[in-house]
């Protein structure tokens, strides 16, 4: 393998890493807070997907883009409020099995609206010119990706550390109860992690998307699953490690490809789950329990 | 005429399927310091958790500065100044002293400074702690912090459970100084404690609650020296 294809193997796998971070983000956030595996969350970002099918269909890029994160938005935030919010005080399993069930209800809605035929994903002009350094060349997407990707991160660890709602999410993640003492309003709390999580998948679905050219209704399952895998890794509950897990995974799998294994390469997500489950079930950077005395 | 800022008239609270609090009724005068003693599972936590919106009543009033704020939502609660001080302090392990300071006044919009300064006068130790995270403290720098941060709402009632739990005798007399100081300061106080002894000795006025019902009451020394208050909550034979 030669530098340059090394060079354009690696910018691939970056590019993919950071859709894959920004959906593995709402997947870690909405564990922390409400210790919910929230499997819908791949198929919020397959909604997205066909949003900006038909919000291009009619309209320019530049107003297409803010009205797809908006619609993911509200779709997100009302998942939250129709299937989880009424199942606060049930036993955790119930509202898991509340989100398995919202995930079905999305992809069968979308194949009943949409057929499971595959749709063309719009092109977005400005993304797709083609950039050149030296030898290499891509998409003006691949190289976006992952700038956009750590730019909103760096905003998202402000927005936590930094602000009055951000300190109340960390108060709420920790402790319902003292939470409310202090006099926060537990479902904003709770709704705000939801829109930001659809904010970024909804802005992972465009990138992604974009890449791939095609959305069907079971465009979420997968990379859904790869991007619990990704936050899994990096520990369930941390954001860095979700970032952190969604590059890895990314990377891994553009050089899995590139090696001609990629049949494998789906295979190679799922048994890092495994090994990580096996052997650091806390992850990268999961949080340690500490004992209370 | 009396002037209570808080008056319970009747109130049943089920928990878990189980009734806990039967048909109690009592008085919180303003600025003073009234406690409610009793055994472990007599319902006194949930009588303090009721008026604090986190446990929904059957029936009966909870009048506050003359409003029934019964089905009031927690965050309602302490916008109209009542807190409480949860038992096991529960501070948050992951946030900086200062923080659990700052998010003890989540609900106000003017600037904290002031009450941060007061709360470090307070407590200097918590001062010198300020940028270490919470779960570091030791349990009474914990309980310490916990009551600072229900002063940053700057209320009007402050309602402790169990702050004495799992202290050492010093710290817990630390802790009954430390409110004895916020009442003269003008909060008033409602005080839930197993150490009865230690309770009665600041209070203004008691109550002695037994399976959900209030069974005696009286001022602090009455309480005291009562025969029966002595033989079941002070360990002094007849």
């Known amino acids: 393998m030669s530098l340059t294809t090394f060079l354009q193997h690696s910018l691939t796998g970056i590019s993919l890493g950071g859709s894959y971070a920004l959906i593995a983000i709402g997947y870690t956030m909405v564990y922390g807070i409400l210790r919910l595996i929230n499997f819908a969350h791949g198929d919020i970002f397959m909604m997205a ?67 499971a035929l595959p749709r063309a994903y719009p092109e977005i002009p400005f993304l797709k010119k083609i950039f050149r350094i030296g030898d290499l ?69 465009i990138l992604y998307f974009t890449d791939r050219m095609s959305v069907t209704p079971f465009s979420g399952t997968l990379p859904g699953l790869k991007c619990f895998v990704a936050a899994v890794l990096g520990g369930i509950g941390s954001i860095p490690g979700a970032v952190v897990g969604g590059f890895l995974i990314g990377i891994c799998e553009t050089f899995l490809v590139a090696f001609g294994y990629s049949t494998f390469s789906d295979a190679f997500t799922f048994i890092l789950l495994i090994v990580i489950l096996l052997f650091r079930p806390t992850g990268l950077f999961g949080e340690k329990i500490i004992d209370k005395v | 005429m009396e002037n209570n800022i808080l008056s319970i008239e009747d109130l049943y609270v ?69 807190t409480l001080v949860p038992e096991g302090r529960r501070v948050f392990p992951d946030l900086t002293v200062l923080e659990n300071l700052k998010i003890g006044g989540y609900l106000r919009k003017d600037s904290l400074d002031e009450d941060i300064e007061w709360v ?82 600041i209070a203004h006025y008691g109550y002695v609650c037994e399976t959900g019902s209030i069974t005696l009451e009286g001022t602090g020394v009455e309480l005291l020296n009562d025969e029966s208050v002595k033989a079941a909550y002070l360990g002094k034979k007849r």
């Open chain 2, 14 to 82: 089920s928990y878990g399927g189980i009734r806990a609090v039967k048909g109690i009724s009592l008085k919180v005068p303003q600025g003073k310091i009234v406690t409610l003693i009793g055994a472990n599972g007599a319902g006194k936590s949930t009588i303090l958790r009721t008026i604090a919106g986190l446990v929904k009543a059957e029936s009966g009033k909870i009048i506050y500065q003359d409003k029934d704020i019964i089905g009031s939502s927690t965050s309602v609660i302490v916008d109209q100044g009542i």
């Open chain 2, 120 to 201: 470090y006068q307070l407590f200097p130790i918590l001062k010198d702690r300020s940028w270490q995270l919470a779960g570091t403290l030791s349990g009474g720098e914990q309980q310490m912090l916990a009551v600072g941060r229900a002063l940053m709402s700057r209320p009007k009632l402050i309602m402790m459970d169990e702050p004495s739990l799992g202290l050492a005798p010093l710290i817990v007399r630390g802790i009954m100084d430390i409110i004895k100081t916020i009442n003269k300061e003008g909060v008033t106080i409602l005080l839930v404690e197993q150490n009865a002894n230690l309770a009665l000795k």
């Open chain 1, 137 to 205: 060349s891509a998409s003006l997407v691949t190289l976006i990706t992952p700038i956009l990707t750590i730019i909103l991160v760096f905003c998202l660890l402000f927005l936590i550390n930094k602000t009055k709602s951000g300190m109340a999410m960390r108060a709420v993640s920790k402790d319902f109860e003292t939470a409310q003492l202090m006099g926060i309003k537990l479902n904003n709390t709770i709704s705000y992690t939801f829109l930001i999580g659809s904010f970024l998948a909804a802005v992972g679905s």
């Open chain 1, 49 to 115: 997907g066909y949003f900006m099918i038909f919000a291009m269909a009619s309209l320019p890029w530049a107003i297409s883009i803010p009205l797809v994160i908006i619609l993911t938005v509200i779709l997100g935030v009302s998942i939250e409020r129709i299937a989880y919010k009424p199942l606060r005080t049930a036993p955790r399993m119930s509202i898991m099995i509340s989100a398995i069930g919202v995930s079905y209800l999305l992809q069968n809605l979308a194949t009943y609206l949409f057929t």
